[in-house]
C-alpha cells in the first residue's frame, strides 16, 4: 500500500531529518580533513594533489557501489539500505579519528564511499511518494537538507577543530548514530512490496545501470549535463579549503562559516524558490538559468583578489542550486516508476565518475599552480576552469530543452 495524504507529509519529514543528520555528519569534517591531510602530507602543495586522490577514491566505490544500492533497495526496499548506510557511516568516521597515517585515512575515505553511495536510495525514496509534477520541489527538500546540514557540519567542525583536528570525527561519528536511532523509529518504507524489482547484477554493475540513460533522448542529455554539473562542484572539495588558507590565510573557522553561509543560501534556494520558479518557468528554463548562475559566480570566486569578495560571489554562485533538483525532475519524468532505484544509481555513477576525475583533475591544476616552475602562478585558476566547465552545462542543457520543447510541441499537434 502505497504512502499517501498526511503519511505522505510525515514520510517526507523523516527523510528530511535522517538527511540532514547524515549531512551534518559529512559537514562537520570538511574544514579538517584537508588539514589533516596536510599534517600527514607536510606542505599545502602535496595536501592539494593528495585531497584530490582521497575525494576520488570516495566517488570511485561511488561509481561502483550506487547502481547496486540502487537496485537493491528497489528490491528489498529503501528503508533498510538507508539505516544500514547509517551505521556504516558511523563505523567509519570512527575508523578516520583513529587514523595514524594517510593510509588509514585512504581507507576511510574508500568505506565512506561505500555506505554513502545510499543518498541514491534517499532521491529514490521522495520519487516513491511524490507525484511526476511535484518531484522538482521534493528534491528542492532534499537539496534544502543536504544545505541544512552544511549549514550546521562546518560551523561544528570548524569550531571543533581549533580544538582538535580529530574532535570533528567523534562527533560526525555520533551524528550518523543518532541519524541511524531516528529511522529505526520513525522512517516507515515507501516502497510496496507489489512495486519491487528483481535483483539483476545486469542493471546493478555501473555501467548496465547506466544503459537505462540511453532509453530517450532527453535522458542522455541531462545525464551529461549531470556530468559536468558534479564536475565543475568538485573544486570546492578538491581545492576550497587548502585554497582559503593559502590565498586568504583563513583557518577553520572562517572556512567552516563560509560553508555555513553557502548552506543557508543554499537551502533558500532549493527549499523555498525553486518551488515557486518551477511553477512560473518550468523545470527547463529554470535548469538552464541555474546553470548560467553558477558559471557566472564560480568566475567570481577565481577572480575574487580578497576573502570578501570571494564571500561575495557565493549569492550569484548559490542559485546554481535551481539546477540540481530540475535536472533530477525532469530525469525522473522519462522513466518508470518501477526504475526509479536504477535511475537515481545510474545518475550517482554518473557524478562518480566525475567525482573521480574531477578532484584528480582540479588538485593537480591547483598544486600545478604553486609549483615553484609553473608558468601560471595564480591559484584561482581552478575555479575558473571550473566556471568553462559549468558554462559548458548550460549551454547543453539549453540545447537538450530547447529539443525537447520542439519534441512536445510536435506530440501536442499529433
Known amino acids: 500500500m502505497s504512502i ?7 514520510a517526507i519529514a523523516f527523510i528530511f531529518v535522517t538527511a540532514v543528520l547524515d549531512i551534518v555528519a559529512m ?3 570538511i574544514p579538517v580533513l584537508p588539514s589533516l591531510i596536510e599534517e600527514f602530507a607536510g606542505s599545502n602543495a602535496d595536501a592539494g594533489w593528495i585531497n584530490g586522490v582521497f575525494i576520488a577514491l570516495w566517488a570511485f566505490m561511488q561509481f561502483v557501489c550506487s547502481p547496486i544500492i540502487g537496485s537493491l533497495s528497489d528490491r528489498y526496499g529503501r528503508r533498510p539500505v538507508i539505516l544500514l548506510s547509517t551505521v556504516g557511516l558511523a563505523a567509519d568516521y570512527v575508523l578516520m579519528a583513529l587514523a595514524p597515517n594517510l593510509w588509514w585515512l585512504a581507507l576511510g575515505r574508500i568505506v565512506a564511499g561505500i ?4 543518498f541514491t536510495t534517499v532521491f529514490a525514496y521522495m520519487a516513491d511518494i511524490t507525484p511526476p509534477e511535484g518531484r522538482a520541489r521534493a528534491y528542492g527538500l532534499i537539496g534544502a537538507a543536504f ?15 581549533e580544538i582538535s583536528p580529530r574532535a570533528p570525527f567523534w562527533v ?17 518504507e515507501s516502497l510496496p512490496r507489489e512495486k519491487r524489482m528483481a535483483f539483476s547484477w545486469r542493471r546493478a554493475n555501473p555501467f548496465g545501470a547506466m544503459m537505462l540513460l540511453r532509453s530517450h533522448p532527453e535522458l542522455t542529455g541531462l545525464a551529461a549535463v549531470t556530468f559536468l554539473l558534479h564536475f565543475a562542484h568538485h573544486v570546492f572539495s578538491a581545492v576550497f579549503v587548502l585554497y582559503a588558507a593559502y590565498r586568504y590565510g583563513w583557518h577553520a573557522w572562517e572556512v567552516g562559516l563560509l560553508l555555513a553561509m553557502v548552506g543557508v543560501l543554499d537551502m533558500i534556494v532549493q527549499g523555498l524558490i525553486v518551488g515557486p520558479v518551477v511553477k512560473r518557468f518550468g523545470d527547463r528554463t529554470t535548469m538552464v538559468f541555474g546553470l548560467f548562475a553558477g558559471a557566472f559566480g564560480i568566475a567570481c570566486m577565481g577572480w575574487a583578489p580578497t576573502g570578501f569578495w570571494f564571500t561575495l560571489a ?7 542550486g535551481l539546477a540540481m533538483p530540475t535536472t533530477q525532475s525532469l530525469m525522473t519524468q522519462r522513466v518508470s516508476e518501477f526504475e526509479q532505484g536504477q ?6 555513477s554518473v557524478a562518480s565518475i566525475a567525482g573521480v576525475a574531477s578532484p584528480l583533475f582540479f588538485g593537480a591544476v591547483y598544486a600545478w599552480t604553486l609549483s615553484e616552475d609553473t608558468p601560471m602562478p595564480y591559484p584561482g585558476l581552478a575555479f575558473y576552469l571550473a566556471a568553462v566547465v559549468l558554462l559548458s552545462a548550460a549551454l547543453l542543457g539549453w540545447a537538450v530543452a ?6 512536445d510541441a510536435a506530440e501536442e499537434t499529433v
Open 115 to 118: 555506505t554513502s553511495s545510499s
Open 402 to 407: 530547447r529539443k525537447a520543447d520542439r519534441a
Open 343 to 348: 535511475l537515481q544509481g545510474a545518475n550517482m
Open 314 to 320: 557565493i549569492i550569484p554562485n548559490a542559485l546554481w
Open 27 to 29: 559537514g562537520i569534517i
Open 4 to 10: 499517501t495524504g498526511s503519511r505522505r507529509q510525515a
Open 172 to 188: 560526525a561519528a555520533a551524528m550518523s548514530g543518532l541519524a541511524f536511532l531516528y529511522g529505526a523509529f520513525v522512517l516507515p
Open 147 to 161: 544545505s541544512a546540514g552544511f549549514v550546521a557540519g562546518p560551523l561544528m567542525g570548524g569550531f571543533l577543530g
